[in-house]
């Protein structure tokens, strides 16, 4: 799907327009930087308390794209992510991906498009090599909670979350939508800390 070191197979980074968001724009001062060079990507910085909701915030990267592969023969796969970190610690990595005809999530505000997420941790290896993380498409939810990031917790409202499952089908991805996908976006959320990401590639299989 996303490849930084010029594999033709895949989107490449000079065919894709990265932009990065922090929490500043909700009030917050996390802070973070994306950077392309020696065949990899990298995506680094702090995730901070957001002082008036005395919870971490957020950092985040993505792009959109209309001409990403049709993923959808591997709907009962993952995304595998090959990466590496100097803060292989840091809990709070998370990747989403958006596409058409996206169900619409709880909540009345939503601070972004849609878009089905999930959490990854990297093993204690990450920091000395790259390593690829498999994150199961049965892991990501489009119903996640705006303050935590997951699709696990209650908003300080009452709100709950609803991670895919038998119970909540409703939120789970499905094959139409990884025929169909229009944007992908790294995390660094819900967690306080410092963090660094280097991301070779990110592939569905």
Not at 79 to 106: C, E, I, W
Not at 170 to 189: D, G, K, N, Y
Request: proline share 6%.
């Amino acid at each position: 799907l996303i490849n930084f070191n010029g594999s033709s197979s895949l989107l490449g980074s000079s065919s894709l327009n990265w932009r990065v968001m922090n929490d500043p724009v909700m009030g917050g001062s996390s802070h973070s930087s994306f950077s392309v060079n020696g065949g990899h990507a990298v995506f680094a910085g702090s995730c901070k308390i957001v002082w008036f909701l005395w919870a971490p915030g957020f950092c985040k990267v993505g792009t959109r794209s209309s001409t990403f592969p049709d993923a959808s023969a591997w709907i009962d796969g993952g995304l595998h992510l090959t990466v590496k970190s100097s803060t292989p610690d840091y809990k709070g990595f998370k990747v989403d991906f958006s596409a058409r005809n996206m169900p619409k999530p709880q909540g009345l505000i939503r601070h972004d498009y849609p878009a089905f997420k999930a959490g990854f941790e990297l093993p204690p290896s990450a920091s000395s090599g790259f390593v690829t993380v498999r994150v199961p498409f049965s892991a990501f939810s489009v119903d996640t909670s705006e303050y935590t990031g997951r699709c696990d917790t209650r908003d300080p409202l009452g709100l709950q979350h609803h991670c895919c499952s038998a119970a909540h089908p409703e939120v789970c991805p499905q094959a139409q939508h990884l025929a169909s996908l229009t944007a992908m976006q790294v995390w660094a959320e819900g967690v306080e800390g410092d963090f660094d990401l280097e991301i070779l590639s990110i592939q569905a299989g």
